[in-house]
């Protein structure tokens, strides 16, 4: 895609992320998504970047820096990211991905590690074709009531 730019999220930016990420999954998206979104822009310790066409956002991704997680040396996590649907299947998150890729290879960040359910074979399909494998953790979770 030639007219596709990728950049560095801004806090402005958290409107548009906010209706991607509404769009995909067709539920309602907390306010406080925006906030988080807004948050993440411009710290030192998160690459998150969006993807724009002729000036539109069409897609994102957050990720940030881990340290001193379970006994690990420094490593990134990405928690969210999307691509407008209108705009899936074209390379958009691969070019995202690409870009955080290179920000953490940069500092000397060797592991980025991301989070999907079991039963969203598309989501897995795609980390997959961007070298993601199993890793060394278990995800836990405690439901409070």
Not at 22 to 51: L, M, N, W, Y
Request: a positive charge.
């Amino acid at each position: 895609m030639e007219n596709l730019r990728i950049r560095k999220l801004k806090k402005e930016d958290s409107e548009a992320v906010y209706r991607i990420y509404a769009a995909i999954t067709r539920k309602p998206v907390s306010a406080d998504f925006k906030r988080v979104v807004a948050d993440h822009a411009g710290r030192e310790d998160s690459a998150c970047f969006v993807a724009e066409i002729d000036g539109a956002v069409v897609g994102f991704m957050i990720s940030y820096i881990l340290t001193a997680g379970f006994g690990m040396t420094q490593s990134a996590w990405i928690p969210t990211l999307g691509v407008s649907p209108d705009q899936m299947g074209q390379g958009i998150g691969a070019a995202l991905a690409q870009e955080i890729f290179s920000f953490y290879h940069s500092r000397g960040i060797e592991n980025v590690y991301t989070s999907v359910r079991w039963d969203s074979t598309d989501m897995l399909s795609f980390f997959k074709t961007l070298g993601f494998d199993r890793s060394n953790f278990i995800n836990l979770r405690k439901v409070l009531k």
